[in-house]
């Protein structure tokens, strides 16, 4: 599975005054760097909302398949990384 992708570049005109500072700002809150990667991330998620999830999870199947990784190990892994998480995570009183 490749993980290269191409890419495309996407002008948008017209926005109305203080719309890219609303941008950055929910991007920064949001974890984006720029207005631009918060747009790019808005419009990827409004996008994928619109396929089926057998669509938007084939990639990761591919993947999975083609790792040779059985069941019973994913089911392994996941439920050490779920132990992990708790066993790290801060109680209450900290």
Do not use: C, H, W
């Amino acid at each position: 599975m490749s993980l290269e992708v191409e890419t495309e570049r996407l002008e948008i005109t017209g926005l109305p005054s203080g719309t890219t500072q609303a941008l950055e700002e929910l991007g920064r809150s949001n974890g984006a760097r720029s207005a631009e990667e918060y747009a790019r991330m808005v419009l990827e998620a409004k996008i994928l909302a619109q396929k089926p999830f057998r669509e938007i999870l084939a990639p990761v199947r591919e993947g999975f398949a083609e790792s040779g990784m059985t069941d019973e190990e994913l089911d392994a892994l996941v439920e050490k990384a779920r132990e992990d998480f708790y066993r790290d995570r801060p109680t209450e009183d900290e």
